[in-house]
């Protein structure tokens, strides 16, 4: 069993900043590609950004410049930086993480979200 629990979420004016942060925890052998999605009222959930094991990472075009993903290995940890917040960046954000209990294959995991207001 495995568990992703988010934090950092909250209600902040536009051009202002958030940090969010997601813990694994539980039978964790190894992780692979880790991330962060958001989903707004009546949307599809989207990818937000997404960061390899080895550290490479991609953007959604509407975030470059503004976010940053990073990755703590040693604390099986993943952070977004989220800068210059938008109304529009209003979201649960969710983490995701592929993850390896026994070695053998990877599943898929969510987290609970954490909710992101940003105000105009």
């Known amino acids: 069993q495995v568990q992703l629990v988010e934090s950092g979420g909250g209600l902040v004016q536009t051009g202002g900043s958030l940090r969010l942060s997601c813990a694994a925890s539980?039978?964790?052998?190894?992780?692979?590609?880790m991330g962060w999605y958001r989903q707004a009222p009546g949307k599809q959930r989207e990818l937000v950004a997404h960061i390899s094991r080895g550290g490479s990472t991609n953007y959604a075009d509407s975030v470059k410049g503004r976010f940053t993903i990073s990755r703590d290995n040693a604390k099986n940890t993943v952070y977004l930086e989220m800068n210059s917040l938008k109304p529009e960046d209003t979201a649960l954000y969710y983490c995701n993480a592929a993850v390896s209990s026994y070695g053998l294959r990877y599943d898929n995991y969510w987290g609970q979200g954490t909710q992101v207001t940003v105000s105009s």
């Open positions: 539980g039978s964790i052998f190894s992780i692979n590609g």
